[in-house]
Structures are given as C-alpha cells and as structure tokens.
C-alpha cells in the first residue's frame, strides 16, 4: 500500500535554532515530492517540489533534500523563526498523478 | 486576487441535516479537489474533479456528494449519511498533470451539534 511517514509528529525548539524534519514513502513508482507548510486553521502552501533526479532544493532557509533510493526526504530548517511554527506536510504524487499525503510534522518554535 | 475562496470559515451543524460547503476559484483550474482533515492524520481525499460535469469518488466519498456545473466551482454537501462529519474541509485546485501545485483554499471548519 502507497504510504508516506513522517516524524517526529511534533517538535518544539528555541527560536535561532536549525532543525530537520523526515518523510520516508512507500509510493511506487514515484513521480515527485511536494513539502506544505500549514499554519493553524489555513490551507497549506507549496514549500518545495523535487523530482527523482533531484536531490536537493532551497527556498530561502527551507532545504529539502530525497534520496529515491532509500525513498527518504527531508526538510531543514535554518535558523528558525516565530513564523516558522506551522505543520510541515510531505507529499509523494505516484505515476498516476495521484496525491499521498503524510499525516505532517508539527513545529512550535519558542522565542 | 487569483485564488480559491471557501466559504464560510466555521460552520455549525445539526445532526441528520445536510449543509453545503462553497468552493470558488478564479486560477482558471481544470482540477479541483476536496480534502478532510482531522487531527493527528494526513489529508483524505472526498472527491475530486478534472474537468467540468465530471468528478471521481475519493478514498472516503461516503456521505458526500459534489457537483461541477462550472469551472470555477466546486461544491460539496455533506449529508446527513456521513457518520462523523466533524472536520476541516480543504478544497483545492490544480493545473492537470503530474506534480503541479495544488492551491488550497482557507478552510471550512465543520461542527456538528
């Protein structure tokens, strides 16, 4: 069955602070890899896509990386800020075009 | 502003009533797609739609039903079949193809009282 894991399911850390989040997938075959931002009680926002020759992609201080190998990607975070607390969702689109969604990592980041 | 409005924001229900949630979107999207939210869970597909006057069921469309009479709309209306209907509705909307960017609207939050 096509799943997408993530973890940790929550996470807190100091303002500043760097931190990484996973997503590990079952999705076969693969097409490509979007990461969500949602912050509380609005839809998510497009953060990176990344296809299976990619490795890694930047959007600012958001870097993910995906090893289609070992079916793995994550997301880092550099020094973090207030507006960075938000759920970080993982999804994997299979050759059919169809949408796997992870259940998300929640950020809080403490000032 | 290009962009996909779901209205209203929270909405209250008695049980064994039906209720509509809108979804507009003016990106000029074929696709367009409604997600459930509960806590603790990824996003569940409802239905979904890639062109007008047609849509699929999703992997939980029971005591759902939606209708696509116009591009930019997309409706659904939760009846009074669906046991649990307490939720966080998304709808979204896409160009067609493989890994384009879904655009999320804000979010209906259901109460059923």
């Known amino acids: 069955k096509n799943q997408v894991e993530q973890s940790p399911q929550s996470l807190i850390i100091l303002e500043g602070k760097n931190c990484t989040l996973q997503c590990n997938y079952t999705v076969s075959p693969f097409s490509n890899l979007r990461w969500y931002k949602q912050d509380t009680g609005r839809g998510p926002v497009s953060l990176t896509i990344?296809?299976?020759s990619e490795n890694t992609k930047s959007n600012g201080r958001y870097t993910a990386t995906l090893d289609a190998d070992t079916k793995q990607s994550s997301l880092h975070i550099t020094a973090s800020q207030l507006s960075d607390s938000a759920s970080y969702i993982c999804v994997v689109y299979d050759s059919n075009y169809q949408l796997i969604w992870g259940a998300g990592t929640k950020l809080i980041i403490k000032p | 502003d290009g962009g996909i409005t779901q209205s209203p924001k929270y909405l209250f229900r008695k049980e064994g009533q039906n209720v509509t949630l809108s979804c507009e979107q003016n990106l000029n999207h074929d696709a367009m797609y409604w997600y459930r939210q509960d806590p603790g869970q990824g996003l569940r597909l409802i239905y979904y739609s890639q062109i007008v006057n047609d849509f699929q069921k999703g992997d939980i469309a029971e005591g759902y039903s939606v209708s696509r009479e116009k591009k930019e709309s997309f409706p659904l209306t939760v009846t009074s079949a669906q046991k649990n209907p307490t939720a966080f509705y998304l709808c979204?909307?896409?160009?067609?193809?493989?890994?384009?960017?879904?655009?999320f609207g804000q979010g209906t939050r259901l109460t059923v009282v």
């Open positions: 979204a909307s896409s160009i067609q193809g493989s890994g384009t960017e879904a655009f």
């Open positions: 990344m296809t299976f």
